[in-house]
DNA sequence: TTCCATGTTCCGCA
DNA sequence: TTGCGGAACATGGA
C-alpha cells in the first residue's frame, strides 16, 4: 500500500484520530523496526506525551511531539489503526500507543520493512537523507519537474521512483502514471520530449490528487486504471491490447504491450 | 515447494 | 559520478 497517496491517508487518518490526546504509555513490540533510537527511550519520551501535529514528506510521515519528531516509514506493508478494543488490534503491531481515554493506536507492519525513529528536525532529515521534492507538498511545478529529470540518464520508471530525485512515487503509481501517458516505462529518459515530461508531470499531479480524494483505495478509482488489471497477460483497461511484465530496476514493471510505446 | 509482493540499502561492476 | 543487477531484510498468499 504505502506510496505517496496512502501515507497522506495515513497523516489525515492520523489526525482525525490521534492528535492532541493524552498519552498513558507505549509499547514497542518488536524493536527491528526501530531506527536509531531504543526501545526504552522512545517509550520514555511518548509517555504523558501528546501526538501534537504531523507533516507529510514523500513516504514518510513525521509526527511532531514535544522538541521532537516521530519518523514513520511504512516499507510495503505498513498500516496505521486506532481502536479501542484489544480484539480489533492488527496482528503485526510493532509499537503500540495507548491513550488515556482508552484508545490504542497501531503501528502495524507484518513484512517489517519500514521504519519507526525519532529525529530532532524534519527539514534537516530531509536534507541529510537527500530526499527529493514532494510533488504536492512542495507544489512542484512544471518548470522544476523538467529541471530535476535534466541532465540524467537511465529509464523513466527507475527516475521516477527515486526518492531522490522526486519523493512519494513507488512501483504501482510509477506504472501507473506512465500508463496512462501511453509511454513505456523502459523508455529512456534522455528521449523524452518535453511535450512527454510535460504530459508525465500533469498525470503525476492529477493521478496522486484523485488517488488521495478516495483515500487512496484502488477499487474507487477510474475503472481505466492500470492497477485493475496489473498482472502479466491481462486485458489492458484502456484498450485491445494486453499487459506484459518487464524487470525494470530489480522491480516489476507492467505496460500494455499496444498503446504504451517505447522511446 | 517455489515465486512473488506497494520499499530501501548495500555491494560489485560497467 | 551515475546507473544497473542482485541480494538482503521478514512474512505470507497464490
Known amino acids: 500500500m504505502p506510496e505517496l497517496p496512502d501515507v497522506e491517508s495515513f497523516k489525515r487518518y492520523l489526525n482525525k484520530t490521534s492528535l492532541h490526546k493524552k498519552i498513558k504509555n507505549a509499547d514497542v513490540k ?44 511504512f516499507g510495503m506493508t505498513g498500516n496505521l489503526k486506532y481502536y479501542k478494543n484489544m480484539d480489533e488490534a492488527p496482528k503485526h503491531t510493532r509499537l503500540l500507543i495507548n491513550f488515556t481515554n482508552g484508545y490504542h493506536l497501531a503501528y502495524d507492519s507484518q513484512r517489517m520493512l519500514g521504519k519507526i525513529d525519532l529525529i530532532n528536525s524534519v527539514n534537516e532529515y530531509i536534507e541529510r537523507k537527500k530526499i527529493g521534492p514532494d510533488p504536492l507538498e512542495d507544489n512542484l ?8 529529470l535534466e541532465n540524467r540518464k537511465g529509464t523513466i520508471k527507475s527516475a521516477l521512483m527515486n526518492q531522490k530525485i522526486i519523493a512519494g512515487l513507488g512501483n504501482i503509481y510509477s506504472d501507473e502514471i506512465l500508463f496512462q501517458t501511453d509511454l513505456r516505462p523502459d523508455s529512456a529518459l534522455k528521449k523524452l520530449s518535453e511535450k512527454d515530461l510535460n504530459n508525465i508531470y500533469k498525470k503525476m499531479n492529477s493521478g496522486l490528487k484523485k488517488s488521495i480524494e478516495k483515500n487512496a483505495e484502488p ?45
Not at 514528506?57 to 514513520?72: D, T
Not at 511545478?141 to 530535476?148: G, L, P, T
Request: glycine letters at 6%.
Open 30 to 73: 518488536n524493536s527491528k523496526i526501530l531506527g536509531k533510537v531504543s526501545p526504552k527511550k522512545l517509550q520514555g519520551i511518548l509517555k504523558d506525551n501528546k501526538l501534537k501535529s504531523s507533516k507529510r514528506h514523500g513516504k514518510n510521515l513525521f509526527i511532531e511531539l514535544n522538541k521532537k519528531w516521530l519518523i514513520m516509514h
Open 141 to 148: 511545478s512544471s518548470k522544476q519537474f523538467f529541471k530535476i
Open 219 to 263: 477499487e474507487d478509482l477510474p475503472e481505466t486504471y492500470l492497477l485493475h488489471n496489473r498482472k502479466e497477460g491481462k486485458d489492458c483497461p484502456k484498450c485491445s491490447g494486453k499487459i506484459k511484465k518487464k524487470t525494470i530496476n530489480g522491480r516489476s514493471s507492467y505496460f500494455c504491450n499496444k498503446h504504451q510505446k517505447k522511446k
